[in-house]
Structure formats: C-alpha cells, structure tokens
C-alpha cells in the first residue's frame, strides 16, 4: 500500500519531461494515474527514452491502472471532455498537476515591448488559460468528494523579473498561474481541496538539453553560479517536492508558492 493508494491523479504535459516524472512519482505512490498530453508520443522528439513502451506502461509497472488521453488543454471542451471521462472511468480524481506549458515560441520575438500578439496570446494561453480549465473541471468532482489536491506548475520565471524583458509572455503567464493559485486555495479551501504551487528553477529536462542546450558546458557554468546549491535541477527534485503537495504530509498546506530552484530565488535577475 502506497500513500495514494486509491487515488486517481491527472497530469497534463505528461508525455516527457517533467510530466512524465511527476507521473511516474504519483505512480510509484500508489495512484492510478492519467497521462495526458496532446501528443503521448512527445518524448521521441526530444530523444527522452522510456523505460517501456509508453508512460502509460511505466506507470502500470508500479501496479497501477493508467490511462492516456491526448487533449489539448488550451481548448475548454477537450478539457471538460477529459476530466468527464476520467470520473466516468475510474469514479473519481483526487489529484491534478498543471504541467502542461512551456516556452513554445522563438525567443527572440519575446521581448517585453515587441512580442506578437499570436505568440502573446499562444503562450499564455498554453501556460495561464489551460490551467484556468483543468482546475475549473477538476474543481466539480472534486467538491462533491469534499477533498483533493491540485498542484500548478509555475516557473521562477513567474516570479523574478529579468532586466531584459525576454520571455514575458511566458513570464506573465507563470506569474499568472502563482496568483490564480491562491485565489483558487481561498475559494475551494471550505470544500476541503488543498491548491499549490511549484516554481521550479534551471531544471535539466530532455526538451531544456535539446532546445536551449541547457546541460551544455557553458550553459552549467552560467547558471549553476546564480544557484546557491551549485548544481543545475533534476526531475526527481522536482518530482520529490509534488510527493510532499499530494499526500498527507501538507495536509495543513494550501495557496503557497514554492520554489524548487536550488536557491536561485535569492539570485539577483
């Protein structure tokens, strides 16, 4: 018996990376999980290798049942499809982890005072809106079980400002998702549903290591100096943090924002 044993969880963005981690940690805990992403196969693009065929079946080698639904978060019927099919399926959800976003556009056209409008609205779309719906269509469920755990990834890009103004739709939309978290733990606290927040910091993941080089040499030695721990971030620190926000260890925890950074949050930008 694992302590969510009898649990049902959803992660979105869970076909890679982070996603794939806090679904195989929820796993591990005993938990049916649900892997969503709007491409289940997504891990091949970025060479990230899995330990079966697919995230679903390295879920159910813990013993548990799981189950991938591709939806695309951005768009509210896909979403409240998904989460009706879920209570249709397994007769609950418990947990929800709002992994799905990213930096999906050139970084060059991010800037604070020129960014397009169709990369503006993409981006927070993809980081702020989707989780508005998967935590509006988790939050019905969920108040008539009167318990249940809703996890938001944010980003300390949502919560340090740079001196560049590069990413700032991403960094709004981040910033976004840590506020909308505590009005969401204020409104559903009564109903017994706890809301929180994780910010992680320069996390090696196999989009990061492909997209932005982030597990080059170069790139180690720059940011590992604005990290108090003086490492770069895995999966599993990150995954260990969500340990501790879905189970009975924060069961007087809600609204909070927490850093999984290193200590790059006392970094000057």
């Given at each position: ?97 709002n992994n799905a976003g990213g930096v999906l ?165």
């Amino acid at each position: 018996m694992g302590k969510l044993t009898g649990k049902v969880a959803l992660v979105t963005g869970a076909g890679r990376g982070l996603g794939r981690a806090y679904a195989l940690k929820l796993a591990e805990l005993g938990a049916d999980v649900v892997v969503n992403d709007i491409r289940l196969d997504s891990a091949a693009e970025f060479d990230e290798q899995l330990s079966a065929a697919t995230v679903m079946a390295e879920c159910q080698a813990y013993g548990v049942r799981s189950l991938g639904i591709e939806a695309d978060v951005t768009l509210k019927s896909e979403v409240d499809e998904m989460v009706d099919a879920i209570v249709q399926t397994f007769g609950r959800l418990d947990i929800l982890v709002n992994n799905a976003g990213g930096v999906l556009r050139p970084v060059e056209r991010g800037y604070a005072a020129e960014v397009p409008e169709d990369d503006w609205r993409d981006i927070v779309d993809l980081n702020l809106t989707a989780t508005v719906f998967c935590c509006q269509a988790a939050a019905r469920p969920m108040r008539v079980q009167k318990s249940g755990k809703i996890v938001n990834i944010s980003s300390q890009a949502g919560v340090r400002g740079n001196l560049m103004g590069q990413n700032a739709h991403y960094c709004v939309a981040k910033a976004g998702v840590a506020q909308y978290t505590r009005l969401l733990a204020g409104e559903l606290g009564p109903d017994g549903i706890h809301v929180n927040c994780m910010a992680p910091g320069m996390i090696l993941t196999s989009r990061a290591n492909k997209q932005f080089n982030r597990d080059s040499d170069e790139s180690v030695a720059l940011y590992t100096a604005m990290i108090a721990l003086r490492r770069m971030g895995t999966t599993e620190d990150c995954a260990k943090v969500l340990e501790f926000l879905t189970t009975d260890l924060s069961d007087y925890v809600t609204g909070q924002v927490i850093p999984v950074c290193g200590g790059m949050v006392l970094s000057p930008s």
